[in-house]
């Protein structure tokens, strides 16, 4: 798969939030389904030979701070998976807490033997982030300066979830005029329903879907 896709040097692969508290394998806290050990290992597999190829490596971080906004123990008298008006027009779902900077359930999975960059997402106490590139305030997390720096045109995208982080992070990113491919084979959702929903919405917004 690996091989045909790849030709250029400006190409670089965005291993998204492929953390212990988002897999099976881990019994992690908001454990998306089929990420198992299999799983995690088709992706360290596939990131190591993209990188062996020459492309460059970025992973993101779902990176909160205990008191973040997206956990339902933080906003007393929700229910967790209940989605809130935080403010007008700006919703929220309430999460297991989660992905807590430094702890266990934050570690990346996935190691490469090469350099990678790695941007951490919602740290900001007060606003979640499931893109990698602009948090729900509005602020850049930086990631697009890496990729300019870097001179990356086009990126391959895969990781968790692909209904949240994977499906924010690909279409900010064709927004921001990257040409953008998605292996979903390397992806996972949290619910089949939003999850073919948000294939459907990156595809009509110009994500290539490469299914293997
Ligand atoms: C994610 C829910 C909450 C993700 C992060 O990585 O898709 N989903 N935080
Ligand atoms: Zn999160």
Redesign the pocket.
């Known amino acids: 798969m690996a091989d045909e896709i790849i030709s250029t040097e400006n190409t670089g692969v965005i291993v998204v939030d492929v953390q212990a508290d988002f897999t099976e394998l881990k019994s992690g806290a908001l454990a998306v389904p089929g990420t198992d050990a299999d799983y995690i290992d088709e992706v360290q597999k596939t990131t190591r030979q993209f990188q062996s190829q020459g492309l460059r490596i970025y992973f993101t971080l779902?990176w909160?701070p205990e008191d973040h906004i997206?956990f339902y123990t933080n906003n007393p008298g929700t229910e967790l998976f209940q989605e809130i008006e935080l403010e007008k027009g700006r919703t929220q779902v309430m999460?297991p807490p989660?992905?807590v900077q430094n702890t266990p359930g934050a570690e990346l999975l996935i190691g490469v033997k090469g350099p990678a960059e790695t941007v951490q997402t919602?740290a900001n106490p007060k606003f979640?982030s499931y893109s990698g590139f602009i948090d729900d305030g509005g602020t850049h997390t930086g990631l697009d300066r890496l990729l300019k720096r870097d001179g990356i045109k086009k990126l391959i995208i895969y990781g968790l979830a692909t209904d949240y982080c994977v499906k924010h992070t690909a279409l900010d990113a064709a927004e921001l005029g990257y040409q953008v491919e998605l292996l979903v084979g390397l992806c996972r959702g949290i619910t089949p329903e939003t999850t073919d929903a948000a294939i459907e919405e990156m595809k009509k917004k110009g994500v290539t879907i490469i299914r293997d």
Do not use: E, I, Q
Request: glycine share 12%.
């Open positions: 779902d909160h997206s999460w989660h992905c919602g979640d």
